[in-house]
């Protein structure tokens, strides 16, 4: 699958502002991306790598509910050699479902949010998270996570 790369320099502010401001996690337990944080998120062992993927609204731009469905099918299918949770980025009408991929590397990571489309997606090792950007000049913001909302 070769989906049109999203092409910038660096991140629109107000895209940007949206990850950062967005929480991800499972219903139960929710995180952000924090320089502050220090939390070890359920799904993962104090060094194991993670990543946060979903193949909604590529390109950042909202897509009608079928097409985000059957993205997000075919995301599954890339990932059915890895046990994956369903969660979810994002709250209200930018709700979108993920899968939580505990073990997976970057670079896979990195592939599969360039195939689906996406502006970024979320990395991590334990308590560490990266806003990875998926644009052909790969930007890669570090953070540490903290509850959402504390």
């Known amino acids: 699958m070769n989906s049109p790369a999203i092409n910038f320099q660096s991140p629109p502010n107000e895209l940007r502002s ?9 219903a139960q337990q929710r995180y952000q991306l924090s320089h502050a ?19 909604w609204n590529p390109h950042g731009q909202a897509s009608d509910p079928a097409s985000n469905a059957e993205a997000q ?8 050699a890895w046990p994956a949770l369903e969660g979810v980025n994002g709250e209200g009408p ?12 970057l670079r896979r990571a990195l592939e599969l949010g360039q195939d689906f ?3 970024a ?7 560490r998270a990266a806003l990875v950007w998926c644009a052909p000049d790969v930007r890669v913001e570090r953070f540490w996570l903290a509850a959402a909302g504390a």
Do not use: K
């Open 73 to 80: 099918s075919r995301l599954q299918a890339a990932l059915a």
């Open 94 to 105: 930018w709700a979108e479902p993920t899968l939580i991929v505990p073990a997976l590397n």
């Open 117 to 119: 489309g996406q502006a």
């Open 37 to 55: 944080g220090d939390v070890l998120p359920f799904w993962s062992l104090p060094q194991q790598r993670w990543a946060i993927l979903t193949a």
């Open 18 to 26: 949206a990850f950062l401001a967005t929480s991800y996690g499972m």
């Open 121 to 127: 997606l979320i990395w991590g090792v334990g308590r």
